[in-house]
């Protein structure tokens, strides 16, 4: 097997060995990955997160040991910010809210052979346990992200990337597409049974799950359609607030993280609530 890692900020993964081809997902930093194959400059990548294979140009792939791959994998912890670089000794690399920094010792990390450091806030899925109040701080960090079909980053995501990077920073894996994101967990029979954390999956008219949001305390969600964005959720849907309207039927309400017997209260600020539950460096 030949592994590698993404060492830019955000590399699209595209449906065939094209860059007009689709963008049907992203590789952010320090991802690992499986090469399956090289077709001229191009390479059939496996995400060894979600298994979910595309294409990426062949120079924004590393390739690495699997030595180095298992020790990647074994030590990682994620950003927290939403852009901050990482500091060699005569340049940056700019990376993203959730981007992995691969054997990271708390102030810095060995990556191509080189030294680097970082100085913000980062989460370590091994030192916390998953819970809503986290996930939903995680996500609100979010807000605002312009909708990108096939985006995984805060400068650009889709609904279901959206609810796989908040997932994955709590240590949860999940898969790339909300049709295959709806197969995991437990079915909550009523809305109305619903706790925060839960995801929310909407069919289109076909009857296809289109779309998926995360359940928030007091009847909202927050999602990413247009935007990542907060609305109001009933046994419906999504009830849009700009719009005045319903946009997205409700299908199935699916529970995936552990029963909570009270909706948590979002009346901490971000920053101090996230300082109790993560490892900051």
Known sequence: MIFGICPLSVVPVRSSSADKSEMVSQLLFGELVEILEQKGAWLRIRSLWDNYLGWVDRYQIQTITPTEKDRYESSVAYSLELVQGVMADDFSIPVTLGASLTDFDGIKFFFNNQSFTFSGQVINPNEITPNSELLLKIARRYLHAPYLWGGRSPLGIDCSGFTQMIFKMVGIKMPRDASQQV?????????????????????????????????????????ASGQVRIDRIDHYGIFNNDRQKYSHKLRVVKRILPNETLLPKENKPEEEEIKNQVQLF
């Open 183 to 223: 197969a995991r967990g437990r079915i909550v029979d009523f809305i109305e049974q619903a706790q925060a954390g839960d995801l929310a999956f909407f069919e289109n008219r076909k009857g296809k799950i289109s779309h998926v949001g995360v359940i928030m305390p007091e009847g909202k969600i927050i999602h």
